[in-house]
């Protein structure tokens, strides 16, 4: 969508300037007195509005051109050194209870925000696993897609972690990137995974993936011993959420831990408007003219 902005902001207190002297500076004219002339005063004071509204949107145009409007859109060039970031969210029946996986999308989408520059990606898991959106700089779409994800989209009834885990590595297996971690979430114990547990884990130490695991819930909902073996195995780290505000700590901390230092290369891409209420004021003041002539021939 890109971001509108106006060049020389000060610009439109013009107008404010113009309704001031309108009201306080205006000219006194000299009158002159015929008698029966009341067509002729209400013709006068018909032209007058007219040629004051002609004039206050000539104002007002002129302004907004002399400001400048500017679309601008911030256009990513490159980032291979950047971090590279796969989110794996449990969708299963039991992220239902309680709303956890709406408390856990809120929260997500805030640690989306705060990577600007990082590439995203995300896989979702109930059922089976599948991959919803592979790495990309498009935090907009990213977002959006996970704004309609819900419970439900991929089964109620079984957790495929491994599956996920390994389906996540796989989307590395191109990256240059020097900085790749998966953060995966869960409420719940693989029951339905093809793949088995060690080759998801050997799958991530491949690709140089470390992964930050999230197990939400009470201790019974989840395997501790499992989730711990997949972040020491990767070298990430293991934590337990039981509350909302611990969960929004998790996210802060796991941010501060991997903040890129690495700034993008990029620029910013400006589209100026300002001819269009330029070319309207001219218009206008074509017709202000005409009017003026008119009333000097009559």
């Given amino acids: 969508m890109g971001e509108w902005t106006l060049q020389y902001p000060w610009a439109p207190g013009i107008i404010a300037l113009y309704l001031v002297c309108e009201t306080f500076c205006r000219a006194k004219a000299q009158s002159l007195i015929f008698p029966d002339t009341q067509l002729l005063a209400r013709l006068a004071r018909s032209s007058n509005r007219l040629k004051r509204l002609l004039t206050f949107l000539i104002v007002v145009l002129l302004s907004v051109a002399l400001a400048s409007p500017v679309k601008q859109n911030e256009v990513i060039v490159q980032n291979d050194k950047g971090y590279e970031i796969s989110l794996i969210l449990d969708a299963s029946g039991s992220m239902r209870e309680m709303n956890k996986f709406g408390i856990v999308k809120n929260i997500v989408l805030d640690f989306i925000d705060k990577r600007k520059h990082d590439k995203l990606g995300l896989t979702i898991f109930a ?20 704004e309609k994800i819900d419970v439900g989209i991929a089964g109620t009834q079984r957790t495929a972690l491994y599956e996920a885990l390994f389906m996540s590595s796989k989307l590395f297996k191109d990256s240059k ?38 197990g939400v819930g009470g201790r019974g909902d989840y395997n501790p011993a499992v989730l711990s073996k997949i972040a020491k195995g990767t070298g990430g780290m293991f934590f337990e959420a039981d509350t909302v505000d611990k969960l929004k700590k998790i996210y802060d901390e796991i941010n501060s831990l991997e903040k890129s230092e690495i700034k993008a290369n990029k620029y910013v891409k400006k589209h100026y408007y300002f001819q269009y209420p330029l070319a309207l004021a001219l218009l206008l003041l074509g017709g202000f003219a005409l009017i003026r002539r008119r009333g000097h021939a009559l």
């Fill in 177 to 214: 990137s020097k900085e790749k971690i998966a953060i995966l979430l869960t409420d719940g114990v693989d029951n339905t995974s093809k793949i088995p547990l060690d080759v998801a884990i050997k799958s991530c130490v491949k690709h140089g993936i470390k992964v930050y695991v999230i």
């Fill in 127 to 146: 059922d089976f696993a599948y991959v919803a959106m592979p790495l990309t700089y498009d935090k907009k779409s990213l977002k959006q897609l996970l």
